[in-house]
């Protein structure tokens, strides 16, 4: 079936570097994708959201883009802190009156002090 | 402020025991509920979700079952837990339209 897919498993950075995480998705008919942060032992936290009319969204040291020609997202957080290392999930939303998400398999971020 | 609570946090079931997991929203009326579940190291697979009372529909084929008996509680159940059922459980809410919200989960092990 449809799903939505990471590049990179692992990615490790050092503080203060900028970090770019990548999803690919392949269902075409999706209109909004959202990032979610996950820490050891917790819920997805989430991070930014983005509707398929824009192409671009900024939030506190985040950034989403999104290419509709490729289907492609990315999340890039600015001036990498130890705190944001988690895993990250970019998810797809089917459904407006359902809401539901199809998540891909994560993208662990790991900062190096 | 809205929030969501799950509980318990851990729980350790022998096999062939019976599950009942509880997760209520407060804050909100009427949400879009959802349950996940979470194998090590992998991505959440959506179990079932609610748009209303009374409204379940299950994602995928499982020893699993869910039940919405308030407006802002949504229960997760099994009669004989399974090895397999080893998991960790989320529960999640949203408006229509807008981002789900996760609550901190139950890690379930069976023995």
């Known amino acids: 079936g449809e799903s939505v897919g990471l590049h990179l498993p692992t990615l490790s950075v050092q503080e203060g570097d900028n970090s770019i995480i990548n999803c690919a998705y392949s269902n075409s008919a999706s209109d909004y994708f959202i990032w979610y942060k996950q820490e050891s032992g917790k819920g997805p936290q989430f991070i930014i959201d983005i509707r398929s009319n824009m192409d671009k969204r900024q939030g506190q040291r985040v950034t989403v883009l999104l290419n509709k020609t490729v289907k492609h997202l990315s999340l890039q957080i600015a001036a990498t802190q ?9 998810a797809e939303v089917l459904g407006r009156a359902t809401n539901k998400l199809i998540f891909g398999t994560g993208t662990l971020l790991a900062v190096q002090p | 402020s ?33 349950w996940y579940r979470q194998a090590a190291g992998r991505g959440l697979q959506l179990l079932f979700y609610s748009v209303g009372i009374g409204q379940i529909s299950s ?11 308030q407006d802002r509680q949504f229960i997760l159940s099994s009669k004989k837990l399974l090895l397999s059922d080893s998991g960790f459980y989320l529960c999640a809410w949203s408006p229509q339209g807008r981002p789900q919200h996760f609550g901190d989960g139950t890690r379930l092990s069976i023995l």
Not at chain 2, 6 to 22: C, R
Not at chain 2, 60 to 69: D, E, I, K, Y
């Open chain 1, 82 to 90: 130890p705190g944001d290392s988690a895993v990250y999930f970019c």
């Open chain 2, 59 to 69: 994602e995928v084929p499982q020893n699993l079952s869910a039940s919405r008996p």
């Open chain 2, 2 to 34: 809205q929030t969501i609570h799950q509980w318990p946090a851990t729980l350790v079931q022998p096999v062939g025991s019976p599950l009942s997991l509880e997760c209520t929203v407060e804050g909100t009326s009427n949400p879009n509920l959802y």
